[in-house]
C-alpha cells in the first residue's frame, strides 16, 4: 500500500524535492541545523525575529500567545507584531528542551515553504493532467517563483505555498463543499502571517462563491462558512495580540509608496538574464511581481493555444468556475497598485479618494504591494492549465521547457549564496556575566528602537543600530529585559510614556537599583551630572551605569573601573 502511495505520488515528491534543491542551491544547507546562529546578519527581518524567539523562548506561557515581556520592556511585544510566526515558534517552545542553546528555526521553515510551494504546485497541475511529467514539471515552476525567492529576507512572507493552498480550494474538483477548510484556513493563516491570511480570506471567499454557483451549497451554507472564516480569523487574531495595540500603534507610513506598478509582472527588477529592468521608484520593490520570462512566454503561447482553439470550435473551458477566482485576484491586484497608480517609476493616477473611509486598514497594510503576489500564482496556474487541457501530449513538454527557461534566466538562483557567509559574534566583556541574578533589566538610555514606520519615541530615540541584535541576545541571556530593538509592530503609545518617565526619573536622579543604564554618547555628559554618585564605567565600548543604591560584584567592577572620559565635544 505504501509503495503504491508513493508511486502514485512520484511526481508531487518530485515536485517538492525540487523545491529543497532551489533552497539548496540558494545556499540553504549551512541555515538548516537549528543550533547554526552565526548566519543570521544584524539589522535584518531574520535578526528581529530570531531575538523575539530567544525572548519567547524563556518567557512563562501566557495570554496573548506569543507574548513577549522582556523585549521592548515594559511595553512588551508580541510573536506577531514581531512577524515571529506564532505557530511554529510555540512548537519549538513545546520542543526546547531538546534544541539546543541557542537555537533558530528560520532555516527549517524557509526550507519547508519550498518544499510545500513545490508539493501543492504539483496538486494544482493534478487538477489539469494525469501526466506524471505535467504535474511534476508544474509543481516545480511554482517552485520557482520569482516572487519567493524575493522573499527569503522575511521568512513569514515566505509562505507562499498557502496562497496555492487558497487557489487549490478555487479550482479543484469536489463532489461536495468541504466543510471545515474554507472556515478554519484563514485562521490558521493568521497565525503565520497577517497580509497571507487577507489573501487566504479572499481566496475562500471565491471558493465559496464558486460552490454556491455550482449548487454545492446554498445561500445559508455559503453565508455560514464565510462568517465562520471571518469569526475564526478574528478569534485567532485576538488570541495572538493583534487587537492589543491601539490604532494609532497599528497605522504606519508607507501606503500608496509600498505598492505596486503597472508592469510589475514583467519587471525583472535585476532578476532577469535576458529581460530588461524598468524603472520603478522608491517603495516598489516591496510590489515585486515578476512572473519569470519561462511563465510569461508560457502564458503568451497558451493564450496562442486559447485563440486558436476558439476558431476551430473546440469546446470552451470552464470559465466560469473560476471566475470568483479571477475577480478576487484582480481586486488584489487594484489593492496592490493602492493610492498611486504608477507607470515606469512615475505616479499617473491618484486614487487617495477611494481609500479615504478605510484609513486604519490601510494604514496598517502600508506594503500593499504584496497583494500583487495572488495574480502572479492566479496567471501562473491559468498558463499552465490551458496548455495541459488544451494540449494534453504536448503540453507536459511544453511545461518543462517553460521551466528550463525559468531556470537558465533567473538570475542569482543556482550556486547563489543568498544568505552570506556566517557573521562571527563580537566580543563580548566577560564582566557582563557579574550582572546574571543581580539585576533584571538593561535599559538603553534613550531606548534605540522602532518599527517600520517610526522610531518608539519621536525626538528622544533613535533607530535600533545592526549590532544591537548582539546586545539584545546578550540581555536575554542574561536574563534581563530590554528595552530596544526592532519589531514590524510595536507599542509605540505606551513607549512615548514609558520614554516621559524615564528622562523625569533619570533627570530626578531616581535611577531603578535593578536596572543597568547603557548612555549614548550624546547623553553621557547630561546622564552625569544629573546622576553624579552612580557608579559607571565602559563596557565593550559603552557607559554603563548603575544606581548608587545597587550593589553586587558588577557594582564593584563599574565602581572599580576609571572615570569614564567625557564624551565628544562635551
Known amino acids: 500500500m505504501l509503495r503504491a502511495m508513493l508511486a502514485r505520488r512520484a511526481p508531487h515528491l518530485g515536485a517538492a524535492a525540487f523545491g529543497f534543491a532551489v533552497f539548496l542551491v540558494c545556499g540553504g544547507a549551512g541555515i538548516l541545523p537549528p543550533g547554526n546562529v552565526a548566519w543570521i546578519p544584524p539589522g535584518t527581518d531574520w535578526g528581529y525575529q530570531w531575538v523575539a524567539w530567544l525572548y519567547f523562548r524563556h518567557a512563562p506561557w501566557g495570554l496573548p500567545l506569543g507574548a513577549i515581556p522582556g523585549l521592548f520592556h515594559p511595553a512588551g511585544l508580541t510573536l506577531a507584531n514581531a512577524d515571529g510566526i506564532p505557530w511554529l515558534a510555540a512548537a519549538a517552545k513545546l520542543a526546547s528542551p531538546i534544541l539546543p542553546e541557542p537555537s533558530q528555526y528560520i532555516g527549517p521553515w524557509l526550507a519547508l515553504c519550498f518544499v510545500l510551494q513545490g508539493w501543492l504546485g504539483a496538486r494544482i497541475a493534478e487538477c489539469f493532467t494525469r501526466s506524471r511529467v505535467g504535474i511534476a514539471a508544474g509543481g516545480a515552476l511554482f517552485a520557482l517563483a520569482p516572487v519567493l525567492l524575493n522573499r527569503l529576507k522575511h521568512p513569514a512572507l515566505c509562505a507562499h505555498f498557502l496562497v496555492l493552498y487558497g487557489i487549490l480550494l478555487c479550482i479543484r474538483r469536489e463532489e461536495r463543499a468541504p466543510r471545515a477548510a474554507p472556515v478554519l484556513f484563514p485562521a490558521f493563516v493568521m497565525g503565520i502571517h497577517p497580509y497571507l491570511a487577507l489573501m487566504a480570506l479572499g481566496l ?9 454557483w455550482e449548487g454545492l451549497l446554498d445561500w445559508k ?23 492589543m495595540l491601539p490604532s494609532a500603534d497599528v497605522i504606519g507610513e508607507g501606503f500608496g509608496r509600498y505598492n505596486a506598478e503597472i508592469f510589475t509582472l514583467s519587471n525583472p527588477q535585476g532578476s532577469s538574464r535576458l529581460l530588461p529592468d524598468l524603472r520603478i521608484r522608491g517603495g516598489q520593490p516591496e510590489g515585486f511581481g515578476f512572473l519569470g520570462l519561462g511563465v510569461l512566454l508560457l502564458g503568451v503561447s497558451a493564450l496562442a493555444v486559447e485563440i486558436a482553439a476558439r476558431a476551430r470550435k473546440a469546446p470552451p473551458l470552464p470559465w466560469r468556475r473560476v471566475v470568483p477566482l479571477l475577480v478576487v485576484a484582480a481586486a488584489f491586484a487594484a489593492f496592490a497598485m493602492a493610492t498611486k497608480v504608477s507607470v515606469l517609476g512615475r505616479d499617473v493616477v491618484d486614487l487617495s479618494f477611494l481609500y479615504r473611509p478605510f484609513g486604519r486598514l490601510a494604514g496598517s497594510l502600508r506594503s500593499s504591494g504584496r497583494f500583487i503576489w495572488v495574480l502572479v500564482y492566479v496567471l501562473t496556474t491559468g498558463a499552465i492549465a490551458i496548455w495541459l487541457v488544451r494540449r494534453p501530449r504536448l503540453g507536459p513538454w511544453v511545461v518543462v521547457a517553460a521551466l528550463a527557461v525559468q531556470i ?23 564582566d557582563w556575566e557579574l550582572a546574571r541574578g543581580a539585576f533584571a533589566h538593561l535599559a538603553l538610555y534613550p531606548p534605540r528602537c522602532g518599527d517600520g514606520s517610526w522610531v518608539c519615541c519621536q525626538g528622544f530615540t533613535p533607530p535600533p ?9 546578550l540581555a536575554e541571556r542574561l536574563g534581563l529585559t530590554y528595552n530596544g530593538f526592532g519589531a514590524g509592530r510595536i507599542a509605540r503609545t505606551r513607549l512615548r510614556q514609558y520614554c516621559a518617565d524615564l528622562q523625569a526619573d533619570v533627570a530626578a536622579g531616581r535611577l531603578d537599583s535593578a536596572t543597568i543604564y547603557l548612555v549614548a554618547k550624546d547623553r553621557e555628559a547630561e546622564f552625569r551630572a544629573k546622576n553624579p554618585a552612580a557608579p559607571c564605567g565602559r563596557l565593550d565600548g559603552e557607559l554603563a551605569c548603575v544606581s548608587p543604591d545597587a550593589r553586587g560584584p558588577f557594582v564593584d567592577r563599574l565602581s572599580a573601573a576609571p572615570p569614564p572620559p567625557p564624551a565628544p565635544g562635551r
Open 465 to 473: 543600530r545592526r549590532e544591537d541584535m548582539y546586545l539584545a541576545a
Open 204 to 212: 475562500v471567499a471565491a471558493s465559496l462563491v464558486r460552490h454556491w
Open 408 to 430: 537558465a534566466d533567473h538570475r542569482g538562483v543556482l550556486f547563489t549564496a543568498r544568505f552570506g557567509e556566517p557573521h562571527p559574534w563580537p566580543q563580548q566583556s566577560p
Open 221 to 243: 451554507g455559503f453565508a455560514a462558512r464565510l462568517v465562520g472564516a471571518l469569526a475564526c480569523l478574528c478569534a485567532v487574531a485576538a488570541l495572538l495580540g493583534y487587537f
